[in-house]
């Protein structure tokens, strides 16, 4: 496993990348926070040059990242990153001091009772175009990630370009990923969760609607303009809402929560 990219000094965040992607995403943002905290830059299984791991389950990437880093960290989490997140400090809540949510959702896939994610179908079809071009897959996802946002055009060529600097996930990964996206619930296991939570949705998020807001415990937050990376189109408003958020008083912390 390739270790975490250390950058910084002060409380220990650790930040994890979506599907597909690699650390080098959080680029110039993660040199934002690095002004006060010590950032640790994971990279998930089978992506950026990373090796599969140990296994394929939500679970065991969770453990794996969990086994990289400092206890008592917090814990940054993007898009399938977060639930990466959300599953460690379920299983390991003495482990992890609290959570921010980036584009985060429990569950990204529409339910009877469950309407504010994607339809099954987008993922489904995912999967099948995926066997057929990794390439092009690739690119539609990132298309769908800025659909919508201010800048969206030089949004998705950053995102592009980022890519591009490390190696592409193998197909089996994308597709072991892809079911993480596909098949997880973690609904039923907020109410228990010891720790404190921070969501940062993006107004015009395609893939997860802000409306999770309204369905989530914790701190919530929505960035006006924002898509599926909020933190590529508005880096300093999501700089702000997170520092603000982590470095307040311990106390008022555990008030919002």
Partial sequence: MLKPEIRGSGPDLVMVHGWGMHPGLWSD?????????????????????????????????????AGQVPDGAWWLGWSLGALVALNAAYHQPERVRGLVLVAGTPRFVTAPDWPCA????VFEQFAAQLRQDVDRTLVRFLSLQVRGSDGASEGLRRLRSQLAL????????????????????????????????FWLFGERDTLVPEAVSRQVPGHCSVITGAGHAPFLSHPE?????????LLQD???????V
């Fill in 29 to 65: 943002w993660a040199g934002l926070l690095a002004a006060d905290f010590r950032v640790h830059l994971v990279t998930l299984p089978g992506h950026g040059g990373n090796d599969a791991g140990g296994g394929a389950q939500l679970d065991d990437w969770s453990a794996e990242i």
């Fill in 118 to 121: 994607v339809d099954a179908g």
């Fill in 166 to 197: 490390r190696p592409c996930p193998g197909e089996q990964a994308l597709s072991d990923s892809l079911q993480l996206l596909q098949h997880s619930d973690l609904r039923a296991v907020l109410p228990g969760l010891q720790v404190p939570l």
């Fill in 237 to 245: 408003a999501c700089g702000a809402q997170v520092r603000q958020w």
């Fill in 250 to 256: 311990e106390r008022s912390r555990y008030a919002t």
